[in-house]
């Protein structure tokens, strides 16, 4: 929640909301998503790939 938060925060900080967000084929999303699982746990670009989602989320439910 608290991400959350601070990413809703962010995306209403910049004035303009959240910038569009990038559609992507059910496709694209299964072979992301692999890929990510086949990452190891620890590093940075799980990491980012993981704030970017909840990002994403946040951008959804303030309707920007």
């Not at 990413?7 to 998503?33: D, F, H, M, N």
């Not at 990002?55 to 959804?60: G, K, N």
Request: hydrophobic share 40%; aromatic share 4%; proline share 6%.
């Amino acid at each position: 929640m608290v991400v959350f938060s601070i990413a809703l925060a962010a995306c209403r900080s910049t004035g303009g909301g959240c910038p569009p967000l990038v559609a992507y084929s059910l496709k694209e999303q299964k072979i992301a998503a692999k890929q990510l699982r086949a990452l190891p746990k620890d590093t940075p670009l799980a990491a980012m790939i993981v704030d970017y989602k909840k990002t994403r989320d946040a951008c959804r439910a303030s309707g920007s």
